[in-house]
């Protein structure tokens, strides 16, 4: 409010004018009408100075202007203050209803502790109640704000109901999360806007959503750690599968039975001679010799079977030869 009832003029003033200067804030509603009373009343204001001129008229219709500033201060115990959202129509709420919520509220407040409510508000866009107040001690210190919220947090957890009403949000009225030095806290949201390479730890994201927002996590580091998450899994699956493969490979060997042939016929076996003898006079080191023999043809042929030899007269009988002689393209039998 903004009062000049008090202008006088040796005429009796008839007409009052409101108009804001340039120089003053912008924020702030003027309530219907009154920018023409004696009284000015300025409502959803802010901190900062607001600037008005007021122009006043007499019966003769002359006028005078005057400046008026406002400066409006935040309020001392700001910073202690917590809101508390009760979940039910602000238009359903009754005096006693509401004496009776106060009283189980300073029940529920820390011992050695006053619970003092500061005003009740309508939440825009729901109408419910929203009732600020204070805690503090007995020698009027006040208590913190944050300290008072996990209390009250801890015993509505225990019993919702200890109230009488349901509570849809209870938090400070200004957000104190320093958002781990590296963001700004939203006040609406109460999430932190994190700076450039900076993020929320998703750990409390997604698996703790009891604790306050913050900026915690380094974008550099994260990114670090999962490049190197990723070549440690990899590196484990191909690991694993070449020890996999190689374990098998090597059991399937061992597990492999040998195999032995019986041997029927012994004409499949060459006869011992040495490969001197076997050489003629004119073989050198290039030559390359295919020996073939001719099939025995029983027992009395030189057969090896049943203990004969394949010996004649200390000689060992050679069967047919081929040879092969690089410097000419000549095949020779004997």
């Given at each position: 409010y903004i009062n000049g009832s008090k202008s006088s003029d040796d005429w009796a003033v008839v007409r009052w004018k409101w108009t804001r200067h340039d120089a003053s804030l912008a924020?702030?509603?003027?309530?219907?009408?009154?920018?023409?009373?004696?009284?000015?009343?300025?409502?959803?204001?802010?901190?900062?100075?607001?600037?008005?001129?007021?122009?006043?008229?007499?019966?003769?219709?002359?006028?005078?202007?005057?400046?008026?500033?406002?400066?409006?201060?935040?309020?001392?115990?700001?910073?202690?203050?917590?809101d508390m959202v009760v979940d039910t129509d602000v238009q359903h709420l009754t005096e006693a209803q509401y004496s009776t919520l106060q009283g189980k509220l300073a029940l529920l407040v820390q011992d050695g502790t006053?619970?003092?409510?500061?005003?009740?508000?309508?939440?825009?866009?729901?109408?419910?109640?929203?009732?600020?107040?204070?805690?503090?001690?007995?020698?009027?210190?006040l208590v913190a704000a944050n300290d008072v919220v996990k209390h009250l947090h801890k015993k509505l957890k225990?019993?919702?109901?200890?109230?009488?009403?349901?509570?849809?949000?209870?938090?400070?009225?200004?957000?104190?999360?320093?958002?781990?030095?590296?963001g700004v806290c939203d006040e609406q949201t109460r999430k932190c806007t994190c700076e450039a390479f900076w993020m929320e730890d998703m750990f409390k994201l997604y698996l703790d959503d009891t604790n306050d927002s913050d900026c915690s996590w380094s974008v550099l580091y994260v990114t670090v750690g999962i490049i190197l998450t990723v070549l440690a899994v990899t590196g484990s699956i191909w690991g694993a599968i070449y020890l996999c493969v190689n374990g098998c490979s090597k059991r399937r060997l061992r597990m492999k039975p040998s195999t032995y042939k019986l041997i029927e016929d012994t004409e499949d076996l060459p006869p011992y001679s040495s490969r001197k003898a076997d050489l003629s006079d004119s073989d050198t080191d290039s030559d390359v010799v295919f020996e073939s023999r001719n099939k025995p043809l029983g027992r009395f042929n030189n057969d090896v079977r049943n203990g004969h030899k394949t010996t004649r007269n200390g000689f060992t009988k050679i069967g047919r030869r081929v040879k092969t002689t690089r410097k000419g393209n000549l095949f020779n039998r004997t």
């Amino acid at each position: 409010y903004i009062n000049g009832s008090k202008s006088s003029d040796d005429w009796a003033v008839v007409r009052w004018k409101w108009t804001r200067h340039d120089a003053s804030l912008a924020l702030g509603s003027i309530a219907e009408g009154s920018d023409e009373t004696p009284v000015l009343i300025l409502t959803d204001v802010t901190f900062g100075k607001y600037v008005f001129n007021l122009t006043v008229f007499d019966e003769q219709g002359l006028s005078d202007t005057d400046t008026v500033t406002v400066t409006v201060k935040p309020n001392p115990k700001l910073y202690y203050l917590i809101d508390m959202v009760v979940d039910t129509d602000v238009q359903h709420l009754t005096e006693a209803q509401y004496s009776t919520l106060q009283g189980k509220l300073a029940l529920l407040v820390q011992d050695g502790t006053k619970l003092q409510v500061q005003y009740m508000k309508v939440q825009v866009g729901t109408n419910k109640p929203i009732i600020t107040f204070y805690t503090e001690y007995a020698d009027g210190k006040l208590v913190a704000a944050n300290d008072v919220v996990k209390h009250l947090h801890k015993k509505l957890k225990i019993d919702a109901g200890l109230l009488g009403f349901s509570i849809s949000k209870l938090q400070t009225t200004i957000c104190q999360n320093n958002c781990s030095g590296h963001g700004v806290c939203d006040e609406q949201t109460r999430k932190c806007t994190c700076e450039a390479f900076w993020m929320e730890d998703m750990f409390k994201l997604y698996l703790d959503d009891t604790n306050d927002s913050d900026c915690s996590w380094s974008v550099l580091y994260v990114t670090v750690g999962i490049i190197l998450t990723v070549l440690a899994v990899t590196g484990s699956i191909w690991g694993a599968i070449y020890l996999c493969v190689n374990g098998c490979s090597k059991r399937r060997l061992r597990m492999k039975p040998s195999t032995y042939k019986l041997i029927e016929d012994t004409e499949d076996l060459p006869p011992y001679s040495s490969r001197k003898a076997d050489l003629s006079d004119s073989d050198t080191d290039s030559d390359v010799v295919f020996e073939s023999r001719n099939k025995p043809l029983g027992r009395f042929n030189n057969d090896v079977r049943n203990g004969h030899k394949t010996t004649r007269n200390g000689f060992t009988k050679i069967g047919r030869r081929v040879k092969t002689t690089r410097k000419g393209n000549l095949f020779n039998r004997t």
